[in-house]
């Protein structure tokens, strides 16, 4: 069980199968965004999903530097950045990955 703010409780597979979806949607910017697609409202919508995470976990789980990454996506647009793009978002998967190690 993990407690998050407002005295709520939950059980930690719940936060764990949500980490996982959020892990599989940030996988899925890639391709996306090789197809010319819109990838950054998924990204918009991630970010603010992650940042109420954030808020709502009472563990000691740091989001910031996913958050930043995540953030700096946005910025990564032109075609010369995709590598860096693809590498970022490698980045963010590992930041989640250890995540989800802490809460087990």
């Not at 407002?6 to 959020?22: G, M």
């Not at 999903?49 to 976990?57: I, N, R, S, V």
């Not at 000691?60 to 995540?70: A, E, I, R």
């Amino acid at each position: 069980m993990i407690k998050l703010k407002y005295d709520i409780v939950v059980n930690k597979d719940v936060v764990l199968a949500d980490l996982e979806r959020i892990t599989n949607q940030i996988f899925k910017l890639l391709p996306i965004r090789e197809e010319g697609g819109d990838w950054q409202s998924p990204l918009r919508n991630l970010l603010i999903e992650l940042a109420g995470l954030d808020e709502l976990l009472l563990e000691s789980v740091d989001f910031f530097s996913l958050l930043c990454k995540m953030e700096a996506l946005l910025g990564l647009t032109s075609e010369d950045d995709f590598f860096a793009f693809r590498r970022t978002i490698f980045e963010c998967l590992n930041i989640l990955s250890e995540v989800k190690k802490c809460l087990l």
